[in-house]
Nanobody
Framework: QVRVVESGGGLVQPGGSLRLSCAASGTMFTIDAVRWYRQAPGDVRKLIAG???????NYANSVKGRFTISRPNAKNTVYLEMHSLNEEDTAIYYC??????????????WGQGTQVTVSS
C-alpha cells in the first residue's frame, strides 16, 4: 500500500505563486510516474502535469509555461511549482502516484487533494 499526501494549497492573489507537494510513503514500493490533476467546481478532474520515473515531464496546454513539475533526486516527493496564477486555476489539486509494491502490478494511488483558490 502507498499513502499519498498533498500539501501546499491555499489562497493566493491573481499573479501569485504556490508550490504544491505530493509525498508518497509506504513499504517497498517503486514509483513509475506521478501526475497532478485538478478539479474545478462543476467540472471533471483533469490531468495537468506528469513526471515519469525517467524524469520526463508533460503539461496540459492550460498550464504550460506557468507550472513546473519536479521530482528532485527521484525521491518520493514531487512538487508542482505554480506561477502567474489566475482565477481559472482555482480548483482542488490531486496527486496520483502510479507505483508497484514489491512484485505486484502497477496500481494507482490518489491523495486526498489540496484546495487552491486564486482570488483578490
Amino acid at each position: 500500500q502507498v499513502r499519498v499526501v498533498e500539501s501546499g494549497g491555499g489562497l493566493v492573489q491573481p499573479g501569485g505563486s504556490l508550490r504544491l507537494s505530493c509525498a508518497a510513503s509506504g513499504t517497498m514500493f517503486t514509483i513509475d510516474a506521478v501526475r497532478w490533476y485538478r478539479q474545478a467546481p462543476g467540472d471533471v478532474r483533469k490531468l495537468i502535469a506528469g513526471v515519469s520515473s525517467r524524469g520526463n515531464t508533460n503539461y496540459a496546454n492550460s498550464v504550460k509555461g506557468r507550472f513546473t513539475i519536479s521530482r528532485p533526486n527521484a525521491k518520493n516527493t514531487v512538487y508542482l511549482e505554480m506561477h502567474s496564477l489566475n482565477e481559472e486555476d482555482t480548483a482542488i489539486y490531486y496527486c496520483l502516484v502510479q507505483a508497484r509494491v514489491g512484485p505486484t502490478p502497477q496500481l494507482d494511488y490518489w491523495g486526498q487533494g489540496t484546495q487552491v483558490t486564486v482570488s483578490s
